[in-house]
C-alpha cells in the first residue's frame, strides 16, 4: 500500500524567504509523486508531478521538488515566497487502480 | 474556459434529510471523482467513475450514494446525513491514461444541523 507523510502542518514564512514543505513515501511499487495545493475556498490543482527521469521537478509559481529515493522523501522548495503563495499544501502519491492517496497537507502562512 | 463546476458552493441540510450535491464539467473527461475533505484533513475517496463504471471505495458509508447520468454531470447523494457528514465535498476530473492529473472543482460545504 501506499501512503505520504507531510511532517509539519503549519509552517510560517516571511515573504520573499525561502520555504520547504516536507513530504516522505511509503510505497511498494513504482513511485509516482505529487504536489497539489489548495487556495482558501478553492479546490485542488496539480503543482507539480515526479513520474520518472530527472529526480528534480519544476512545476508552476517557482516551485520545485525533489525525489529522493534513498530517504524516500519528495520535498517541495520554493526559494522566494510571495503572500499570494499562503495556501494549503497536499503531497500525493499514485497506488493503485488509478487512485491518488493524499497526505494529510501543510499550511503554508506567508506574512509580511 | 474547460473547467469544473459544483452547485451549490454552500448547502446546509438538517439532520437526516436527504441531499444532493451537483458536478459538471466541460473537460470531457471520462473519470469524475468525489472527495469528503474534512477540516485539516486529506482529501478522502468516497467513488468514482470510469466512464459509467462505478468504483465504490470498501470504506464509503452506504448512506453515500452516486449517479453519473452522462459524461458532463455526476451526482452525489447524502441519504440521511448525521452530523458527521459536514464537510467540503469536491468533484474532480481526469483523463483515464492520467489519472494522477485530475481537475477540482471548488467544492461544496456541506452543513448539517
Known amino acids: 500500500a501506499q501512503s505520504v507523510t507531510q511532517l509539519d502542518s503549519q509552517v510560517p514564512v516571511f515573504e520573499e524567504a525561502p520555504v520547504e514543505l516536507r513530504c516522505n513515501y511509503s510505497?511498494?511499487?513504482?513511485?509516482?509523486l505529487f504536489w497539489y495545493v489548495q487556495y482558501p475556498n478553492q479546490g485542488l490543482q496539480l503543482l507539480l508531478k515526479?513520474?520518472?527521469?530527472?529526480?528534480l521537478v519544476k512545476g508552476i509559481n517557482g516551485f520545485e521538488a525533489e525525489f529522493n529515493k534513498s530517504q524516500t522523501s519528495f520535498h517541495l522548495r520554493k526559494p522566494s515566497v510571495h503572500i499570494s503563495d499562503t495556501a494549503e499544501y497536499f503531497c500525493?502519491?499514485?497506488?493503485?487502480?488509478?487512485?491518488?492517496?493524499f497526505g494529510t497537507g501543510t499550511r503554508l502562512q506567508v506574512t509580511l | 474556459d474547460a473547467m469544473v463546476i459544483q452547485n451549490p458552493r454552500y448547502q446546509v441540510t438538517q439532520f437526516g434529510k436527504p441531499v444532493t450535491l451537483s458536478c459538471s464539467q466541460t473537460?470531457?473527461?471520462?473519470?469524475m471523482y468525489w472527495y469528503q475533505q474534512k477540516s485539516s484533513q486529506a482529501p478522502k475517496l468516497l467513488f468514482h467513475?470510469?466512464?459509467?463504471?462505478?468504483?465504490n471505495e470498501a470504506d464509503t458509508p452506504d448512506n453515500f450514494q452516486s449517479r453519473r447520468p452522462n459524461t458532463s454531470f455526476c451526482f452525489l447523494d447524502i441519504r440521511s446525513p448525521g452530523l458527521g457528514d459536514a464537510a467540503m465535498y469536491l468533484c474532480?476530473?481526469?483523463?483515464?491514461?492520467?489519472?494522477?492529473?485530475?481537475?477540482f472543482g471548488p467544492g461544496t460545504r456541506l452543513t448539517v444541523t
Open positions: 474532480a476530473t481526469s483523463v483515464r491514461d492520467s489519472f494522477y492529473e485530475q481537475y
Open positions: 510505497s511498494s511499487v513504482s513511485v509516482y
Open positions: 515526479y513520474l520518472s527521469g530527472s529526480t
Open positions: 500525493a502519491v499514485a497506488g493503485t487502480a488509478s487512485k491518488l492517496t
Open positions: 473537460l470531457n473527461h471520462n473519470v
Open positions: 467513475y470510469y466512464d459509467k463504471d462505478f468504483n
